[in-house]
Antibody, heavy 118, light 107 residues
Framework: QVQLQQSGAELAKPGSSVKISCKAS????????ISWIKQTTGQGLEYIGY????????NYNEKFKGKATLTVDKSSSTAFMQLSSLTPDDSAVYYC???????????WGQGVMVTVSS | DIQMTQSPASLSASLGETVTIECLAS??????LAWYQQKPGKSPQLLIY???SLNDGVPSRFSGSGSGTQYSLKINSLQSEDVSIYFC?????????FGGGTKLELK
């Protein structure tokens, strides 16, 4: 069965970076994009961008350019998202999701809680 | 970016009741509208896509409708396991955007 297993919760200091992972299994990894979505209580769900798992090409929501960097390791079927120059506004749950069809997220990881605090 | 406005923000209903959640897009999204269900403490799950197509395994008491800028999710014969937050999302134009969510509780 399709599974997206994300790394564990992160506690980070303002100005630092974190890198979270999303390991896929149960399907051909390079046949689907992996997207990343931010969830906060106040802002709801926000689309960050996607990575083409075959080519490594990326597309970012303008709002997250310079904040998020998406990469992939095809050999381990794992996608990564690095968040840089962290501020308290980056505190959120971050999900990876498989993009099954154009802009549709048919499988989601369990989410990673990132807390930014001094 | 296309703005998605959901209503109501919260809803309380009884078992067996029919509930409807609305989603309004800031421009025509040509039925490129999905609904997700997020149960407490869990990740969102795709319920409906292209406005009215049920995802595999979704109970038939869920249905979607709408066109243009106005869409709705209907749940017939509400069950206890339907207690969730429901989100709409447009996949017509990137960046994909979500509604603010509707929290459905049991009365």
């Amino acid at each position: 069965q399709v599974q997206l297993q994300q790394s564990g919760a992160e506690l980070a200091k303002p100005g630092s970076s974190v890198k979270i992972s999303c390991k896929a299994s149960g399907y051909t990894f390079t046949s689907y994009y992996i997207s990343w979505i931010k969830q906060t209580t106040g802002q709801g769900l926000e689309y960050i961008g996607y990575i083409n798992t075959g080519s490594g090409g990326t597309n970012y929501n303008e709002k997250f350019k310079g904040k998020a960097t998406l990469t992939v390791d095809k050999s381990s079927s794992t996608a990564f998202m690095q968040l840089s120059s962290l501020t308290p506004d980056d505190s959120a749950v971050y999900y990876c999701a498989r993009e099954g069809n154009w802009g549709l997220f048919d499988y989601w990881g369990q989410g990673v809680m990132v807390t930014v605090s001094s | 970016d296309i703005q998605m406005t959901q209503s109501p923000a919260s809803l309380s209903a009884s078992l067996g009741e029919t509930v409807t959640i609305e989603c309004l897009a800031s421009e025509d999204i040509y039925s490129n509208l999905a609904w997700y269900q997020q149960k407490p403490g869990k990740s969102p799950q795709l319920l409906i896509y292209y406005a009215n197509s049920l995802n595999d395994g979704v109970p038939s008491r869920f249905s979607g409708s709408g066109s243009g800028t106005q869409y709705s999710l209907k749940i017939n014969s509400l069950q206890s396991e339907d207690v969730s937050i429901y989100f709409c999302q447009q996949n017509y134009d990137s960046p994909w955007t979500f509604g603010g969510g509707t929290k459905l509780e049991l009365k």
